[in-house]
């Protein structure tokens, strides 16, 4: 096993890691910083797919009161409103410092100001893009920042475990595979940031990026921490549906296409979302979400199951214009979207909930911070398209902040508790050890595990089916430890990292269930077919997750309404 010292550890190199690593560096150029990560850096994680931009309230008619209202509201009362209150503020700042300081170029108005366009569940055209690309200019120019200033890349290497002290009184560090050899590698660090941007990669159709398999929020729940919100997993309604043979299925067709216009069809091809709701194709993603799943149980779908987008009333030359990557996108896989129509099916595409923090990023145990999709609390029940970067670049700058005041006034290095190392290590090697004639395909487990989630614990819950997705997770995760690897090589194994990847997503699928089942309410992203009503919103409590040797102690904890209470509002004209 290799050891390395660092003074910061980040893990994953999405949004978040790199702006931690950058604000890190600018605040504390003494500290030596190492981004570790399951990929390439700037290639992988879920920021580069950033299709649709960047919420912030910058122009005039606007302002952080609205997108705070907005968020509050989307979120169902749930968020943490500190939480979102600091997302709403920073942004602004962010949005600046992407833009001179970092050097993204987004879309400009012909007078000069940043052009800002339409998402559903907004009361303003508050997102800041470029093109349907957004993720890509802001990875890249992130990117090319954390390569010229000489900060540490331990690239396509993964976090297996967070290591504490013996005392398990603060962080130690990481324990990593480096996936290129598969040696392990103990990473000492004075301050661990956790950013492996969660991603509901356990659903049959989802639109992450393939390296996410919610390690980070596993590694948490194993090292004690606390997670909040883990029933609240949004589906994006326009995923594309193009069959099974293709890993384009799942993808997501961007929020603009509803903000701009776009009609939902049935396999019949009429319009069906004003039966469900006032605000028809722009409400907010939860509730298009249910009304494609209620359609589609009701057997009202196209040849691939689905249903419909159309584009064409708003003019094929426009729609070619505006959303030149998606009109691409859809004709790599033969469908128009400019002038016919396109299938498509909700995809899970985001988890509101993560580890429970602090606004200033850290978390329960002293030295671990937490930013981005492996945090819980901004959004609450809902979260808002386009507040999904926001949320990693405000919180991601805001953690490297941090971690160099807190290296400097508590940072050393503290001895990894040996036991855990070893543990891990064991947890790691089981494939590795079954003997030959127990091992098969993981595919089917992957399949029974993707089956489990759709139709289970997915857009429309109930008791019975809850109950019987938490045992068919607990025999797939029986079945995945009795499972041995058809190659027993280290270098670049797939399976191997597969086998783990699929390890950590059925543990984090026990906290969704477990939390859905404890939530005995519909609100926002979770929908509870035997309680559809959401209660009364002051008395709103959120879930909060812990592991307990085997068990999952879920409680329920009221949310403290910090500066606005359900019923008021911030916004002027409404108060
Ligand atoms: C297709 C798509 C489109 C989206 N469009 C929008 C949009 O228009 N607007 C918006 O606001 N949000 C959007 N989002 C959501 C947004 O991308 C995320 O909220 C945000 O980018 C997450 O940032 P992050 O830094 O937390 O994680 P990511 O950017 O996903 O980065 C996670 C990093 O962790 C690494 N990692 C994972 N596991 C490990 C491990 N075990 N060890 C080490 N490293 C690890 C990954 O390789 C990756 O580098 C979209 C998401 C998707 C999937």
Redesign the pocket.
């Known amino acids: 096993m290799r050891t390395l010292d660092t003074d910061v550890l980040i ?7 790199l702006f931690a690593a950058l604000h890190a560096q600018r605040a504390a150029p003494e500290l030596s910083i190492t981004v ?4 390439l850096l700037g290639k ?12 912030v309230a910058l122009a005039p008619g606007d302002s952080i009161e609205r997108h705070f209202m907005d968020t509050i509201e989307g979120g169902k009362w749930l968020p943490d409103q500190d939480l979102a209150w600091t997302l709403v503020t920073r942004a602004i700042e962010r949005i600046h410092e992407l833009e001179n300081e970092l050097g993204c170029f987004f879309d400009r108005n012909p007078d000069g100001t940043i052009h800002q366009k339409a998402f559903a569940g907004q009361t303003f055209d508050r997102t800041v893009h470029k093109g349907d690309l ?2 890509i200019e802001i990875m890249n120019r992130l990117a090319e920042q954390v390569w010229a200033r000489g900060i540490g890349r331990l690239e396509e ?3 297996v475990e967070l290591v504490k002290t013996s005392a398990g009184d603060a962080i130690a560090g990481a324990l990593l595979i480096d996936m290129r050899s598969g040696e392990y590698a103990m990473v000492r660090a004075k301050a661990v940031l956790l ?3 969660g ?1 509901p990669t356990m659903y049959r159709y989802h ?3 393939g ?2 398999s919610c ?2 929020l596993a590694l948490a729940l194993r090292a004690g921490l606390a997670l909040r919100d883990m029933e609240m997993v949004q589906f994006h309604p326009t995923g594309l549906l193009a069959g099974t043979q293709t890993r384009m299925t799942g ?2 067709l ?2 603009g296409l509803r903000g701009a216009g776009g009609y939902l069809l049935n396999g019949a091809k009429e319009r069906f979302m004003p039966r469900y709701d006032p605000k028809a194709e722009r409400a907010t993603r939860d509730f298009v979400s249910r009304a494609m799943f209620s359609e589609m149980r009701a057997g009202r779908t196209t040849p691939h199951g689905g249903l419909y987008i159309a584009m064409a009333h708003l003019g094929p030359e426009n729609v070619r214009r505006q959303f030149k990557g998606m009109v691409e996108r859809c004709a790599d896989c033969g469908f128009d979207l400019a002038g016919g129509l396109v299938e498509v099916v909700p995809t899970a ?2 988890m509101m909930g993560g580890v429970e923090f602090a606004v200033d990023c850290s978390t329960s145990l002293p030295g671990l911070f937490v930013a ?3 945090s819980g609390g901004v959004h609450g029940a809902n979260r808002l ?8 670049t405000v919180y ?1 700058g805001i953690a490297g902040d941090a971690i160099a005041a807190w290296i400097r006034s508590e940072g050393e290095l503290r001895d990894p508790d040996s036991a855990t190392i070893e543990a891990a290590r064991e947890w790691c090697e089981r494939p590795m050890r079954r003997k030959a004639s127990t091992h098969g395909s993981l595919e089917p487990l992957r399949e029974k595990l993707y089956a489990t989630m759709w139709e289970k614990v997915g857009i429309i819950r109930d008791a019975a089916g809850l109950d019987a997705a938490i045992a068919e997770l607990h025999a797939i995760d029986r079945e995945l430890d009795s499972q041995a690897l058809a190659d027993s090589s280290r270098t670049f194994n797939l399976s191997w990292h597969d086998w783990m990847n699929l390890k950590n997503l059925v543990a984090t699928s026990r906290v969704i269930a477990e939390a859905a089942l404890a939530r005995k309410d519909s609100r926002g992203a979770h929908f509870r077919e035997d309680f559809p009503q959401t209660g009364p919103l002051e008395a709103s409590a959120f879930t909060s997750a812990r592991l307990a040797g085997d068990a999952l102690e879920i409680s329920m904890k009221p949310v403290a309404f910090t500066r606005v209470r359900p019923g008021e509002s911030l916004l002027q004209e409404a108060a």
């Open positions: 893990l994953g190199a999405g949004g978040a890691g570790a990560v399951k990929g992988c994680g879920c920021t580069r797919m950033v299709q649709g931009g960047y919420n957004t993720g290497h993964r976090a950013a492996t941007g991603g639109t992450p990026s390296d996410k390690d980070g993808t997501v961007e929020e595409h985001y981005g999709e492996d398209g386009g507040n999904g970067v926001a949320n990693s991601g």
